[in-house]
């Protein structure tokens, strides 16, 4: 199968060739069909969906409040020519937007799902439109999850081994939903077409059309590929962006397998069945009415007439909680899988469990400490610091001379914790932890930074009292850092940017930060698949750049390139982050402010850079930084933590 170049036109023409296989929808209420199922067959949702018809006014709304919202994102000019090795996500966005404005659709889907399948093109996982209608209450599952393995010195893709036991793990029904289907007998074949094409180059035509949320292909290569993580506090794994996409475009995927312990050729349709994760609902109206009408979460509040609230993103406006994170459907507890017993380490962890996103272990060897950061993002802020504090402590009690730090599918999270366990590690001879940060320097944002010194607002993330000046003082409330502008020439554009200025998170630190470092940084090393997200980023970046600590990436495409972070932004707003920052301001009613959303979605938006340590004129999310250490994942490592951990130590210590 031939798919065109551009990833735009790949994924048109892969739906083109699909539709054909979807029934359209019936005289009946197509929702009321696979209303109270929890696992339905995708083209029976997609005429749920495409029951809904276009509505002018709805698309303008929403493309006006991408237009303007749009206006605040740092790297817009940055998109019109992506610098290698990142040109695969060159983009006008403005006239991508005119494009979409000019066009006439069938359904509301059809609108959402172009505009969406832009933005997610932009592999930016801090921008991203997601509209409430279709995304983030479902996910198509494979019952064929893959991943990419090297047996015998080749590497090549095959049904991940532990697929029976993961997906055993998924209720009854989801197996009867299946008709018959016998996946538990697809465990560990090797994949030797998908769809009818070589396996790596679907693997790439997913990376380029689904995965999004990284710049770098190879990331988005590792992404689509099943592989472990924390989740609800424990060990767990993803089911990958082929084997869980967001949306129905599958019915059944054809795959020719050589099953284990055999050598013969068998092609194999493997059915998909979406999963349900949102409101009950019963027909059309309240479907619409419990995921699509706009909600009382949907836009942003006057923190002036109602104080501080956690919005859509779940972000409080406090200064000491700014995040940089992506969202993923496959995060959402209903769909963390735990990994299968057989493959947890079988030392026991150490202290420093609590906050739900550290698990800390002293391997075999007695010399090597484990620290598996899987977020940032802990249930609670002060726990992810005493945590650390813990695990170092565990280490050094036992003897440990050596420090693992394991960052698979980590999707970042609160900014100040990044550099928290940045300085922890590095000593706080090292003075300020982070980056050079700015924000855009558009009019509305210089209105919103006057409207908070007039007001000596405290409470929003633009209040000068977030950020400090280069010496580390915090700024007064009344300090306008957006004048004067930082004016500088990217891709031909004059790209407008605040003051620069530094993160206040030592404010927010809640334990002493050591004086020297409490391993020799030499013996501090990073592992993970790269899809390590903004936080994850800035903090992995931190310790390359500044300090030269080795990190290694597993996985991805033989004879290709992966970097060892993923998309590094400085901190993200959600839709109603920002349209809470305007109106606290008193400017909603300004013609460059925009509307309120008229349905329920979320547009999320990078708001801050990180500008880079080693080269200040250039964001580090465009400086390219391969790993310098790539391992593949064997059918020893692949889901096997420990395992992992034992060689990737021998490698790096």
Known sequence: MFFPRSPYARLLAFLSLISSTFAAPSASDP?????GQTFSVPSDVLACWKSFPFNETIRDNVLEVHQKVFNFYTFEDY?????????????NIRAELARIQGTKYATDYDFNRDLYNFVTGLNDGHTRWFPGCYTLIWQNILPAPIVTLEVNGIQGVFIAP????????????????????????LAGAQIVEIQG????????????????????????????????RIAGGTLSQRLGDLAGPPFPDLDTIEMKVILANTTKIQTVNIPYRMDYLGPAFTDKNSYWAANCAVQSDTNGVDFNAV???????????????????????????????????????????????????????????????????????????????????ASINAFQAKGVTR????????????????????QYLAGSKIGYPGFETSVRGNQLAIEIVKANNAMQITDTFYSP?????????????????????ETTKVNGQFDINSQRFHDTCSESFVVPIPENPPFPLGKVALVGNGNCASTCSLFTTLMVERHGTKAAVFGGKPGEQVEYKGMAGNQVLEWADLDSEVKTAHLKSDPLAAPDLVINGNFRHNWRIAWSFLDESRPIAYVSEPAKFRFAYTKDTYNNPQNLWTFAAKQLF
């Not at 929702?31 to 209303?35: G, L, Q």
């Open 31 to 35: 929702c009321a069909k696979i209303a």
């Open 79 to 91: 998109y019109l020519n992506s610098p290698p090795p990142f040109q695969e996500s060159t983009t």
């Open 162 to 185: 532990d697929s029976a036991e993961f997906l055993a793990q998924f209720p009854p029904s989801f197996a009867a939903s299946l008709n018959g289907f016998d996946f538990n007998r």
């Open 197 to 228: 094409t070589d396996p790596f180059n679907y693997v790439d035509f997913i990376a380029s059309t689904v995965s999004g949320n990284y710049l770098d292909h190879g990331v988005r290569v590792n992404s689509v590929f099943s592989s472990y």
């Open 307 to 389: 104080g501080p609230t956690k919005n859509q993103g779940g972000a409080p406006a406090s200064k000491s909680h700014a995040k940089g994170n992506i969202i993923t459907v496959d995060s959402k507890p209903g769909n963390a899988l735990n990994l299968p017993p057989p493959f947890f380490p079988t030392v026991p962890p150490v202290d420093g469990t609590t906050s739900g996103v550290i698990l800390s272990y002293i391997l075999p060897d007695g010399k090597t400490g484990v620290m598996f950061v899987g977020s940032f993002e802990p249930n609670d802020f002060n726990a992810f610091q005493t945590d650390v504090v």
């Open 403 to 422: 420090v693992l730090i394991d960052l698979h599918n980590n999707g970042g999270g609160f900014v100040c914790l990044g550099l928290f366990l940045h």
């Open 465 to 485: 009292v977030n950020w400090a000046f280069f010496n580390d003082t915090v700024m007064p409330v009344t300090h306008n850092y957006e004048f004067p502008v």
